[in-house]
């Protein structure tokens, strides 16, 4: 499967202007709501129009805005789960599933429609219509039906956002699985970062109706392109520092009166000028707090060490998140707090955090990512 | 007593309905669905004989049909009479309850989820087949409810029948008229039955809608 697509559509306030592509791999749009994600598919799909552009999958031209190339929806063959699934409600399950089949034979279609159920574990809802099924049951028949014809690539238009958060867990997991089972490139869309994050191997970051970065999933959670990226993706601790020296290895910058190493990409080679600004993130559960009773702290380990004080902190059952203000003058960097630091459970009891407030910190240089400016 | 304008109702009534249903249903797929200049102008057209009086409806048809008429000559000349037949009748009967169908068939077209359309699409069928087998099902109650409503009109159509096809006995006299000439004529008990046996048939006919209104997916 390759897909190459290039878009272009106005709409009354907003303007879909976006180019990406994929290749055989689940691909997951992500990006806040009215962002253009499900437009896109709609143009994928032939469903919208765009004014111009370009859509290419294995080799078929879709769509050619320049040469007024327009593949009808139901000749262009892909698979299209719709938001809360679209299910035919006068139709029961094996109908539901066997609606895209009707260039088979009879007995081709039955057999394969019984196959489809089976493979879904769908086969003793046969003859049960959309609205007796739950929620979880009725995203499998929708499944079903778009995978039925084997198409090359199959759309998802936020498959687990009808679903209550529990479930959800467990359906995205399942979804992941069944899109691996049946080897069908699929393209995701998303607001959920988790759901993008499992889902997708390659995501596509969207936001008022333009890409902001296409990238293999690690490499989007720990090289955003940008500040704005960042924010999107919800990275926390996101700051702001004045460089210092930046070699292709090394990057020193000051921050909240503290000098700070951090790892940079040779790849990359980004090397911002001295006293310019710099945007950078730390992940809470990489901030390291440095026990009290286990001696004077080897400097050969801990780097980037900085004093502060718990001012907050927040409950998330399997882990805290502690709110911690630094032991230096100035305003905080994130109103009241400088950093969100997150830990476990257990170590939030054997560190007794509830009553000793003090801490020393560290930070390894690997877990400061730089934001190159956008 | 005479039972012939019961006959005469019941196959203009039915013939009528399928004239009705056969027209009215891609007039109000069109209209449910499609956005084209004057499109308002022919949702005005398709409700005004509804509100017109039938006997200034079923002048205009007259003009329309009649010899020296536009339709009418072309008819003339193929060797069709209309003006004063039975076959008048359905036409009355056509004009007089194709606006209850379409808006009936409309609003049951437009309730359709567009998103069920769009998926049948996705699966490869053709914007034809997606019509019979998705919208015109989901929309099926509305459309009955529209063809009962429809046949109910025709059955009961008087004015427009009256002036195109006159209320010739054993020729054009549906019952509605035969009911009318029997009054003037004081044969009361007969306008009784034929009365009586109007009002059950569309009673139960209305019935059944009530029925399909409650039958649900």
Redesign the interface.
């Known amino acids: 499967m390759a897909l190459s697509l290039e878009v272009r559509k106005a709409l009354p306030g907003f303007t879909l202007d976006v180019a990406w592509e994929a290749g055989d791999e689940v691909v997951t749009l992500f990006g806040p709501s009215g962002a253009g994600k499900t437009l896109t598919l709609q143009c994928l799909a032939g469903l919208v129009r765009p004014d111009a552009g370009r859509i290419v999958v294995n080799g078929t031209v879709f769509f050619d805005g320049a040469r007024g190339v327009d593949v009808p929806t139901q000749r262009r063959r892909l698979g299209y789960v719709f938001q809360g699934y679209a299910l035919f409600p006068h139709l029961n399950v094996r109908d539901n599933v066997a609606y895209g089949l009707r260039h088979l034979i009879a007995s081709a279609r039955r057999e394969r429609t019984r196959e489809v159920l089976e493979r879904l574990g769908l086969a003793d809802l046969a003859s049960r219509r959309p609205r007796e099924l739950s929620g979880g049951q009725q995203q499998r028949v929708a499944l079903g039906r778009a995978l039925a014809p084997d198409p090359a690539l199959i759309l998802l238009d936020e498959p687990l956002s009808a679903l209550d958060l529990p479930l959800r867990q467990a359906l995205r997991d399942d979804l992941r699985a069944v899109l691996a089972e049946w080897r069908t490139a699929a393209v995701l869309v998303t607001h959920d970062f988790t759901e993008a994050y499992r889902l997708g191997d390659r995501i596509v970051v969207y936001e008022a109706g333009r890409v902001i970065q296409t990238a293999p999933r690690a490499e989007l959670l720990w090289q955003p392109a940008s500040e704005r990226v960042a924010g999107i993706v919800g990275i926390r601790n996101v700051l702001h520092g004045t460089v210092l020296k930046a070699t292709p290895d090394r990057i020193q910058f000051s921050w909240r009166g503290q000098l700070l190493e951090a790892v940079n990409s040779p790849s990359r080679s980004y090397l911002p000028a001295p006293d310019s600004a710099l945007a950078f993130f730390i992940r809470p559960e990489y901030v390291r707090l440095i026990r009290k009773d286990r001696g004077s702290p080897d400097p050969g380990h801990h780097m980037n060490l900085m004093q502060g004080r718990v001012v907050g902190e927040a409950d998330f059952g399997t882990t805290w998140t502690l709110y911690v203000r630094l032991d230096a003058p100035g305003a905080p960097a994130q109103g009241e707090y400088d950093l969100e630091i997150e830990v476990p459970r257990l170590v939030y009891e054997i560190l007794d955090l509830a009553r000793d407030r003090q801490w020393q910190l560290s930070i390894h240089r690997g877990s400061i990512h730089v934001l190159p400016s956008s | 007593m005479d039972f012939f304008p019961l006959w005469l109702s019941l196959k203009v009534s039915v013939t009528a309905t399928i004239l009705t249903v056969a027209t009215g249903l891609p007039l109000a797929w069109v209209l449910a669905l499609k956005r084209f200049p004057g499109r308002d102008l022919a949702e005005a057209l398709v409700v005004l004989p509804l509100v017109l009086p039938p006997t200034v409806l079923g002048y205009y048809l007259l003009v329309l049909i009649s010899r020296q008429g536009a339709i009418g000559r072309v008819l003339d000349a193929a060797g069709i009479e209309l003006a004063f037949t039975w076959r008048a009748a359905v036409l009355a009967a056509w004009v007089g309850s194709s606006a209850l169908f379409i808006k009936a068939a409309q609003a049951g077209f437009e309730s359709v989820?567009r998103?069920?359309e769009?998926?049948?699409?996705?699966?490869?069928?053709?914007?034809w087949?997606v019509f019979w087998?998705?919208t015109l099902?989901?929309a099926s109650r509305a459309v009955m409810a529209g063809t009962v409503l429809a046949f109910c009109r025709a059955l009961g159509d008087f004015g427009i029948t009256l002036m195109v096809a006159g209320s010739i006995p054993g020729l054009t006299q549906t019952t509605p008229l035969a009911i009318y000439d029997l009054v003037q004529s004081n044969r009361m008990a007969e306008a009784n039955t034929l009365s009586l046996i109007a009002v059950a048939t569309v009673a139960l006919l209305l019935m059944g809608i009530g029925r399909l209104a409650r039958l649900r997916?």
Not at chain 2, 118 to 127: F, K
């Open positions: 989820d998103r069920l769009q998926a049948a699409l996705t699966l490869g069928r053709s914007p087949s087998s998705v099902p989901l997916f």
